[in-house]
Each structure stands twice: as structure tokens, then as C-alpha cells.
């Protein structure tokens, strides 16, 4: 199946407060082919966000620094070297995204009407009637109900599994042919969660469009997504099909990921964790930054990056796999 976004060694660092460099993304490459969902996770800190607003170029610059790499899409143009006006046409546009939490996406000032009217007349040649009518369709395909109070109301006046469903709503006010979902179940309960799961699912399903989940909650691409992109302290450390990783994980970190997940064949009092936390971007160990975490660490993870070794159609960046794969 084609490829509809490709990020290419994405380098993506930050001006710190001592103007040190903070190298937020390390050669990130990843792959949204048409019609799939790409499932990107990761713990908090592991840069997954970054990749996810640099396929808009939303992060501001100053402070962030597009240091390398490419963002593809639909193979025809890189999004990072675009001007202002042009990515203004694809945000919104071919591209759509929900970002992590809607009530600060989401303007208190303006109704939802008035901010979804804004959205549609922007890409679309529709008068004010037009575009409230397409605003009341869309709310009504997110499973919103009295869709013409919601219109006239204020987001803080919503509950948090409403506002996700107008950004959904609004994500796809111009049919994109992609949507990033930045963690779209945030702070949202078990129920509301799966709904909004279910929701996007459904949508693609009826429109092909390629999704992009972004989220710590391995589970959930597990279900839900075709491809996994397994990120720590702001590298790629596994790439595979979703049922391979959650089968038979190969890098540790992924394997721990794997391992503390909740499970009805788990009969331990405790789940097992990984020991440690996730490095901050100004205190990256040299070498792997995994290896002060990891139980099959070597002398050489703890001064040398590993390289990046393919297995097939997976691929993993481990020093316990250099040399062993096959391209």
C-alpha cells in the first residue's frame, strides 16, 4: 500500500534556557500508509508529541529548531521546507488533527459554531448558511447530540468527552486525507475513551483516511492501529507491524512496555516495571539513552548510539541486534 506521509531522520531540537542545544528528536523516521493507522507510543518525555505537531510544523520557531530530515507527503512535497502560506492550505486542509487537550486548543472567547464556521470557510468556498449547515453534519457524524445547542455554546461550558468530539468534528470539517490523533483519550474516562476510539475508527473506516494515533497506552494501538512506532528520550527504538511488537517486542524497552501492561493472564500481586524514569532532554547518558534502564545493557550501549538493524519489515535500533538482521 502507498505511502501517503513519510518522516525522514527527523531531527528536531530546542534552544535550552543556557542556549544549550536539547535534541528533542534524534533521526526519526516513521512511515502513515494510505488507509492504515500508524500507532506511535511511548512514556511521557519520549518525544512523541514533538514528531506529531512536526508533521505541521506547529512547534514555534524560536524555540524549536528543524535541525534535519524530511516530512513527506503524498510524495510529492517536504512539509518542513513549505512557506506560511502553503501550510496554512494543508493544516486543516489534507491534514487534520485533535490535539491533546481541546479545552486549550479550543478558543473560550468564540462558540464552537463560530470557531467551526472560521475552520470550513477557510478551505472551503461555503457562505456563513453553508457552513453552519456542514458544521451541524459534522457534529452529527462525531455522535454529537442537540447539535445546534453545542454550536451556540462555549467550550468551557462542555464536558471534556464533548470538546474532544467537536475537535473531532472540526479535525475533519474538509475530509482530510490525514488525521493525527495526539493522545485524543487524555484525561477522558474508560468509557468515554473507547467511544472516542470507536468513533475515529468507524470514521476512517468510512472515508479512508490515513490516521496517525499518538499515545502512551500501548493496549491501545495494540487494537487499533496496523503499525507501531516505539520512541524513548526522543529516538526510534522499534518499527513493526502492531501484532508483531505485541507478540514478540524485541527491543528491551519495548519488551518492558509489553510485560507491565495489565493483562487477564498476568496472575502476579504486582505488574513487572521498568526501573528509572525517562532522561530529561538536558541530561541525555551518552551512548543508548536506554541503557541506565535496561537489564541486557552492555560497556558498549553506554558509550556508542546503536545503529539501526531491519528484520524483515520491522526494524530495531538495540546493540543487542547489530549485525544479526537482515535487510
Known amino acids: 500500500m502507498d505511502s501517503l506521509l513519510e518522516a525522514r531522520n527527523l531531527q528536531v531540537h530546542f534552544r535550552g ?56 507527503f503524498d510524495g510529492r512535497f517536504d512539509i518542513l521546507k513549505l512557506n506560511k502560506k502553503s501550510l496554512q492550505e494543508l493544516r486543516g486542509g489534507r491534514i487534520g488533527m485533535i490535539f491533546q487537550e481541546p479545552m486549550a486548543a479550543l478558543n473560550p472567547a468564540y462558540t464552537i459554531g463560530q470557531q467551526m464556521r472560521e475552520a470550513i ?4 468556498p461555503a457562505t456563513k448558511a453553508e457552513a453552519r449547515e456542514m458544521s451541524c453534519d459534522l457534529l452529527a457524524k462525531a455522535r454529537v447530540p442537540d447539535v445546534s445547542r453545542v454550536l451556540d455554546s462555549y467550550s468551557f461550558s462542555l464536558s471534556g ?26 484525561a477522558l474516562d474508560a468509557t468515554i475513551q473507547s467511544q472516542i476510539i470507536d468513533l475515529i475508527s468507524s470514521i476512517q473506516e468510512e472515508t479512508g483516511m490515513s490516521v496517525i494515533l499518538v499515545t502512551h497506552d500501548l493496549s491501545l494501538v495494540s487494537e487499533t492501529a496496523d503499525s507501531m512506532l516505539v ?34 493472564r498476568v496472575t502476579a500481586s504486582r505488574l513487572p516495571v521498568i526501573p528509572g524514569s525517562v532522561p530529561s532532554l538536558a541530561s541525555k547518558p551518552p551512548g543508548c539513552p536506554f541503557h541506565p534502564r535496561c537489564a541486557y545493557a552492555k560497556a558498549i550501549c553506554a558509550s556508542q548510539f546503536p545503529p539501526e538493524t ?18
Request: hydrophobic content about 35%; overall charge negative.
Open 17 to 72: 534556557p543556557n542556549k544549550e542545544i536539547l535534541k528533542a528528536a534524534e533521526g526519526v523516521s516513521f512511515e502513515a500508509r494510505k488507509g492504515e493507522t500508524l500507532g506511535i507510543v511511548g512514556e511521557s518525555g519520549c518525544g512523541k508529541s514533538v514528531c506529531c505537531m512536526s508533521i505541521l510544523k506547529l512547534l514555534p520557531s524560536p524555540p524549536a529548531i528543524y535541525a534535519g530530515g524530511e516530512m513527506i
Open 161 to 186: 468527552g464533548m470538546r474532544q468530539r467537536v475537535m473531532i468534528a472540526m479535525a475533519l470539517s474538509c475530509q482530510p486525507d490525514l488525521l493525527v490523533a495526539d493522545e485524543p483519550t487524555t
Open 231 to 264: 520512541m524513548y528520550a526522543g529516538f526510534a527504538c522499534e518499527s513493526a507491524p502492531a501484532n508483531e511488537i505485541s507478540e514478540h517486542p524485541l527491543h528491551p524497552y519495548t519488551k518492558g512496555l509489553v510485560e507491565s501492561r495489565p493483562s487477564s
Open 121 to 124: 470557510q477557510l478551505h472551503l
Open 310 to 327: 531491519a528484520y524483515g519489515n520491522r526494524k530495531v535500533s538495540c546493540w543487542l541486534y547489530a549485525g544479526e538482521g537482515s535487510s
